[in-house]
């Protein structure tokens, strides 16, 4: 990962890296044993790399922000419970009102976080940053559960 997507995603998420709320996402673990936020970093560093790789020519804020807040349901959801069951078709929508809640989020960033799931969320993205983010987040995913084969970041 380049030193300028590193910095970049810094500078356009700055106010949720340094928020508090944001920080609790360190004590969830999304796959295997990354925590939610490592996770949510590592999208938005692909995900910038592809808008640029591709020369897209995304809205590359919104493109960070939603990256970042894409998994902010602030839950551990291996704890079993029953509506944990559904966490991959309900999260998209928590993590989305927890965001609006505390943060100040575009409608184009609303769209990122509500359709990364597609397809378990039934409306495709209709926008390129949210396209992105969505193959982003299925890349990173696999990945990271598939244990060893992504140490970077």
Same mark, same amino acid.
């Given at each position: ?18 928020? +508090? ?31 640029? =790789?591709?020369k897209l020519n995304c809205n590359e804020k919104s493109l960070v922000r939603g990256a970042l807040l894409h998994d902010y349901f602030l839950y551990d959801?291996?704890?079993? +419970? ?20 505390? =943060?100040?989020v575009t409608e184009l960033e609303q769209d990122i976080i509500k359709k990364h799931m597609w397809p378990l969320t039934i409306i495709p993205p209709r ?27």
């Open positions: 990962m380049s030193l300028k997507i590193k910095r970049d995603v810094h500078e356009y998420g700055k106010e949720i890296l340094k928020c +508090e709320k944001y920080q609790a996402l360190d004590t969830f673990i999304q796959h295997g044993n990354i925590s939610c936020k490592k996770h949510s970093i590592r999208v938005a560093h692909i995900s910038l790399s592809i808008n640029r =790789f591709l959801w291996h704890i079993k +419970e029953k509506w944990h069951n559904w966490h991959g078709f309900r999260h998209p929508k928590i993590a989305m009102k927890n965001a609006i809640r505390d =943060f100040a926008r390129r940053e949210s396209w992105i983010v969505s193959i982003a987040d299925k890349y990173c995913s696999t990945m990271e559960t598939i244990k060893g084969l992504y140490n970077a970041v």
